[in-house]
């Protein structure tokens, strides 16, 4: 059975993310009190449920507190579980509560809803250094999230090693869930070329400018050398997904035109790619 565990920060998307795992056949129980985890997956269990995921948060204030003990449980007993962390910036939860004029959960606790989405960030932070999958939703539209959850447990069960490759722009912010990142706006800009900057990376007009430099060449060689070196002993050391940001001014030429050649590198080396251009239909 594959059994996934939803979590993150209130207002962060974890009700799309839950849409998304349904129509990818997943079996989804929003806000189970941490204590019923184990059970709940006993009774999975027994029932023969191929695809599991429970979202448990901070909705259950005082109850939240017993999810450690929950996956202590269930590591010692020898069940198999994933945990997904859903992030958002702070900024942007502080945003969507305004818009939603939704409460925190921990409002009646903290004077302001700004104070509460720091406790609960700091409740939060175990879960987010065991996370197997780490998906933050700062700059993604729902549909981009879908995209991405889709990618990553659409298939059969037994998740695989995967590779997360992000175009983004600086402009728009960085790319916060990254492992590895590289900036590179150091290249030829086809902004400036009237005829290249209404298209993107993904232009076969565009990818060959930016890819006719030597030194773009130069960088994408020594990217693949790295990638190909380290990506061996995050395995070893048991990640089950390493997240490779690339980033540009806007996110629409040079990062895309990169990360699509890491795309087809990656591919070609027989790993599981996921890839999203996160800025490229932004002005």
Known sequence: MEFLIVTGPSCSGKSYVVSALEEVGFYCADNLPPALIYKFYELCMHAQVQKVAVVTDIRGVSLFSELSIALDKMRDRGNSFKVLFIDCEDGVLLNRYKETRRKHPLTEKYESTEAAIAAERT??????????????????????????????????????????????????????????????????????????????????????????FKETRSFLDKLYDM??????????????????????????????????????????????VVTTHRDIRKH
């Open 123 to 212: 409740l939060l932070e175990p879960l987010c250094a065991i996370a197997d999958y780490n998906v933050d939703t700062s700059q993604l539209s729902t549909s981009q999230l879908k995209d991405r959850i889709t990618a990553l447990f659409g298939g059969d069960g037994g998740r695989s090693f995967t590779v997360h490759v992000e175009s983004f722009g600086f402009k728009y912010g960085m790319c916060r869930e990254a492992d590895l990142m590289f900036d590179v706006r150091c290249f030829k800009n086809p902004y400036y070329i009237p005829e290249l900057k209404p298209l993107t990376g993904l232009d076969k007009a565009v990818s060959d400018y930016v890819l006719s």
């Open 227 to 272: 990638v190909d070196f380290l990506l061996p002993l995050y395995m070893a050391e048991g990640k089950s997904e390493v997240i490779i940001g690339i980033g540009c001014t806007g996110g629409k030429h040079r990062s895309v035109t990169c990360v699509e050649a890491l795309t087809a590198h990656l591919k070609d080396q027989g790993i599981k």
